[in-house]
């Protein structure tokens, strides 16, 4: 299976990352990873692999990094994903020129990028992509397991930080009961007008979660949310009768599930 170049840079923790070449490769399928962390590293490189490298090792070595392209592309490898410094925009000219050519897409990774959370998020991603229901976007169904399923503290952790998402992201959640599946997709469209950046559909209600982590007052805020987007919901589709449940907010990731309850 796998997931394309497209995808992994559509991931939050890419969300300052940069395409410095060969966009018309961002289709090209990514298996794995492999790190490049020496000039002799490439004949151990695998298929269908985003490669990892420092910026320093091209520098030093403007010779070899003339041609790394084409060996990573004649290896079979997906792209490839520099991390940065101050200089790494500046990537040689050849290079970028045959990553150009061949549609192969090299990235420039911001210096704040940690490499582990990089290579456990999309390694997630990869994993994921076997077992993924195509009605739910990633962040969804990790939404679904944190708020139903409950599970392993640690394998939640461990997936919002693949999301790229800190542990102390305060969410929101409020249920809208009963299901209305002929007005789902106005009510979808309510709801992020009114500040809910996702809307779960279970066999019974809805949940909608809103990212309050930017915001101040959160709590005072989610009601506020949720009482509006119920009043709008009276007034556009007066032919239903809709219910609304609202929980607390908690400054930590996991305690979600502890405001779907109250909800």
């Given at each position: 299976?796998?997931?394309?170049?497209?995808?992994?840079?559509?991931?939050?923790?890419?969300?300052?990352?940069?395409?410095?070449?060969?966009?018309?490769?961002?289709?090209?399928?990514?298996?794995?990873?492999?790190?490049?962390?020496?000039?002799?590293?490439?004949k151990y490189l695998t298929k269908n692999t985003l490669v990892l490298n420092h910026y320093q090792l091209i520098r030093?070595?403007?010779?070899?990094?003339?041609?790394?392209?084409?060996?990573?592309?004649?290896?079979?490898?997906?792209?490839?994903?520099?991390?940065a410094d101050r200089h790494a925009s500046q990537l040689p000219e050849p290079?970028?020129?045959?990553?150009?050519?061949?549609?192969?897409?090299?990235?420039?990774?911001?210096?704040?990028?940690?490499?582990?959370?990089?290579?456990?998020?999309?390694?997630?991603?990869?994993?994921?992509?076997?077992?993924?229901?195509?009605?739910?976007?990633?962040?969804?169904?990790?939404?679904?397991?944190?708020?139903?399923?409950?599970?392993?503290?640690?394998?939640?952790?461990?997936?919002?930080?693949?999301?790229?998402?800190?542990?102390?992201?305060?969410?929101?959640?409020?249920?809208?009961?009963?299901?209305?599946?002929?007005?789902?997709?106005?009510?979808?469209?309510?709801?992020?007008?009114?500040?809910?950046?996702?809307?779960?559909?279970?066999?019974?209600?809805?949940?909608?979660?809103?990212?309050?982590?930017?915001?101040?007052?959160?709590?005072?805020?989610?009601?506020?949310?949720?009482?509006?987007?119920?009043?709008?919901?009276?007034?556009?589709?007066?032919?239903?009768?809709?219910?609304?449940?609202?929980?607390?907010?908690?400054?930590?990731?996991?305690?979600?599930?502890?405001?779907?309850?109250?909800?």
């Amino acid at each position: 299976m796998g997931i394309s170049i497209k995808s992994i840079l559509e991931l939050p923790i890419m969300e300052h990352a940069k395409l410095l070449a060969g966009s018309f490769g961002q289709q090209r399928t990514v298996e794995g990873i492999s790190l490049l962390e020496s000039t002799d590293s490439t004949k151990y490189l695998t298929k269908n692999t985003l490669v990892l490298n420092h910026y320093q090792l091209i520098r030093d070595n403007p010779e070899w990094s003339t041609n790394l392209i084409y060996a990573l592309h004649k290896k079979g490898c997906s792209g490839l994903a520099v991390k940065a410094d101050r200089h790494a925009s500046q990537l040689p000219e050849p290079l970028l020129s045959s990553a150009e050519k061949l549609g192969f897409p090299v990235i420039a990774l911001p210096p704040q990028c940690i490499s582990a959370e990089l290579i456990t998020s999309i390694t997630y991603e990869v994993f994921r992509s076997q077992y993924h229901d195509p009605a739910f976007s990633y962040d969804q169904d990790f939404l679904m397991s944190l708020l139903l399923d409950g599970g392993n503290d640690k394998v939640l952790r461990n997936q919002g930080v693949a999301l790229g998402w800190s542990l102390k992201k305060c969410l929101g959640v409020a249920i809208l009961f009963p299901l209305f599946p002929a007005a789902q997709s106005r009510i979808q469209e309510l709801s992020r007008h009114y500040g809910f950046t996702w809307m779960l559909a279970t066999q019974r209600h809805y949940i909608l979660v809103s990212d309050l982590q930017k915001s101040k007052e959160q709590e005072k805020i989610l009601e506020q949310s949720s009482f509006e987007f119920a009043g709008a919901l009276g007034k556009q589709l007066p032919e239903y009768a809709f219910h609304i449940g609202v929980g607390r907010t908690y400054q930590k990731l996991l305690c979600a599930s502890q405001s779907f309850k109250e909800a």
